[in-house]
Nanobody, 115 residues
Framework: QVQLVESGGGLVQPGGSLRLSCAASGSIFKINTMGWYRQAPGKQRELVAD???????HLLDSVKGRFTISRVNAGNTVYLQMNSLNVEDTAVYYC?????????WGQGTQVTVTS
C-alpha cells in the first residue's frame, strides 16, 4: 500500500504564496511520477503540475511562471511552491503518485485565495 500525506494548504490573499508538501510512504516503485491536481467547486479535477523521477516536469499553462514543482527522491516527497496566487487558484489540491498502471491519491488540502 502507498500512502500520501499532504500539508501546507490554507487561506491567503491574492498575490500571496503557499507551499504544499506531500510525502509518500509504503511500497513505492523507484520510477514514478508525483504531482498535484486540483478541483474547484463545480469543475473537473485538473493536473496542475507533475514531476518524474528524473526531473521531467509538466505544468498547467495558467500556473507557468507562478508555480514551481520539485521533489526529493530519497524521501518520495514532492513540493508545490505557489506564488502570485489569484482567486482562480482556489480549489482542493490533491497529491498524486503514479507508477506503471497504478495511481494513488492524497486526501486533499484546501487552498483558498480571497481578499
Amino acid at each position: 500500500q502507498v500512502q500520501l500525506v499532504e500539508s501546507g494548504g490554507g487561506l491567503v490573499q491574492p498575490g500571496g504564496s503557499l507551499r504544499l508538501s506531500c510525502a509518500a510512504s509504503g511500497s513505492i516503485f523507484k520510477i514514478n511520477t508525483m504531482g498535484w491536481y486540483r478541483q474547484a467547486p463545480g469543475k473537473q479535477r485538473e493536473l496542475v503540475a507533475d514531476i518524474g523521477t528524473y526531473g521531467s516536469i509538466h505544468l498547467l499553462d495558467s500556473v507557468k511562471g507562478r508555480f514551481t514543482i520539485s521533489r526529493v527522491n530519497a524521501g518520495n516527497t514532492v513540493y508545490l511552491q505557489m506564488n502570485s496566487l489569484n482567486v482562480e487558484d482556489t480549489a482542493v489540491y490533491y497529491c498524486n503518485l503514479r507508477t506503471g498502471s497504478d495511481a494513488y491519491w492524497g486526501q486533499g488540502t484546501q487552498v483558498t485565495v480571497t481578499s
